[in-house]
């Protein structure tokens, strides 16, 4: 079966694809599944590139990719058809999830083997043509749930400015943001994106065309919001220190990211860290299927592709999500 492999941690070009790759043997409590899709993430390349946390016990040669859809084709051996059938995850049955995060095999792959509890099935009434969303799903909306109830703990009435509104987490933090209660969110992107954003809830505020920090200083008479969600960081982490009320609060998202400029400040702030599980993956399940989580995947791509997939990737402007096609 074909996978990609890279074998030294560096650009794009070290992701390989290897067409003779044994299939793997699932484990007592794994799925074999066959991956249809592959929704791609910032971590995939900061794995790769070496610059992650994750990247530092990770052992060469190694698989990309975390989260993904497919059709489950058999189980281990721990799993019999009781189980499967109580799960909802018997053979044929299609699939979502990601890779527990203390995982490091990737699911670029045509088949993979994963853990039954990190996956959750795709309702019936879905069409094949929408899977692309499905694989691009689980790490962004797993990390949205944490970042809105776990970390910011979003109330009813707060006010809400999120960087990056269009991005992956982005599209998701907006919708549930408003749903937590918010009584107004701003979030920051492109010109190009604006459409977007208040397509999905948001007032847009053009970053490349205006002043963001003029806008939310005028927008908020100078007093700031209650929350900031920022999934930029770079030039967007400290400014917005000078953004949030008193008692406010900026969660960033890169696990690195360096909150001793909060500190200095006096003002709080947070990295969210995401919890797999079924329950969670289910409660987006319910979100899609109300609509209220349309979650856009801006270009699907074939397997072979992945260099240039990462190319996209790092240039930091992903609309929504870039998925490969695993069958492709
Ligand atoms: N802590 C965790 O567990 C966790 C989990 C998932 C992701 N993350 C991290 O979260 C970050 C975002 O992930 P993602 O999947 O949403 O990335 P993404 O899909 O690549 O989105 C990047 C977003 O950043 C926006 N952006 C770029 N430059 C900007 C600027 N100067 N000001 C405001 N926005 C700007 C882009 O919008 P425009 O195109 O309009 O510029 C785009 O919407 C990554 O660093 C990722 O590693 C952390």
Redesign the pocket.
């Known amino acids: 079966m074909r996978e990609i492999r890279f074998d030294r941690f560096g650009g794009p070009d070290v992701l390989t694809l290897h067409s003779d790759a044994p299939t793997p043997e699932p484990g007592p409590e794994e799925l074999l599944v066959r991956v249809a899709y592959v929704g791609l ?3 995939d390349y ?1 794995i790769r590139d070496g610059s992650s946390g994750r990247a530092k016990d990770l052992q060469l040669p190694a698989g990309t990719g975390r989260e993904m859809a497919g059709t489950v084709l058999s189980a281990g051996s721990d799993l019999d058809d009781a189980e499967l059938g109580s799960r909802g995850l018997t053979p044929g049955t299609r699939v979502f999830g990601m890779r527990a995060p203390a995982d490091h095999r990737g699911v670029a792959a045509e088949v993979i083997a994963i853990a039954a509890d990190e996956l959750a099935p795709i309702p019936d009434e879905i069409d094949d043509a929408d899977l692309p969303r499905w694989a691009g799903l689980a ?2 909306g797993l ?1 949205a749930i ?1 970042t809105i109830e776990d970390t910011a703990r979003i109330r009813s009435g707060q006010t809400v400015l999120v ?8 599209q998701l933090l907006i919708p549930m943001a408003l749903e937590a209660g918010a009584a107004q969110v701003w979030a ?3 010109a ?2 604006a459409e977007r954003i208040r397509d999905l809830g948001a007032t847009p505020i053009a ?1 490349d065309t205006e002043d963001w920090q003029a806008e939310i200083h005028r927008r908020t008479d100078g007093r700031g919001v209650d929350v900031v969600l920022d ?6 982490f400290v400014p917005s220190l000078d953004h949030v009320v008193g008692s406010g609060l900026v969660v960033t ?3 690195l990211a360096d909150l001793s400029p909060a500190q200095e400040r006096g003002v709080e702030a947070k ?4 919890r797999p599980g079924r329950d969670r993956l289910d409660r987006l399940v319910q979100g899609i299927r109300a609509g209220r989580y349309p979650l856009e995947v801006s270009q699907v791509l074939p397997l072979a592709e992945i260099a240039e997939a990462h190319r996209l ?1 790092e240039d ?4 929504g ?1 870039l998925v490969l096609d695993a069958q492709a």
């Open positions: 993430n910032p971590l900061k790490l962004v990390t944490a960087h990056g509104g269009s991005g992956g987490v982005g920051t992107g492109r190009t994106n970053y999934t930029h960081y770079h030039s967007t998202l890169p696990t990295v969210p860290r995401l990737l930091g402007h992903t609309r999500k």
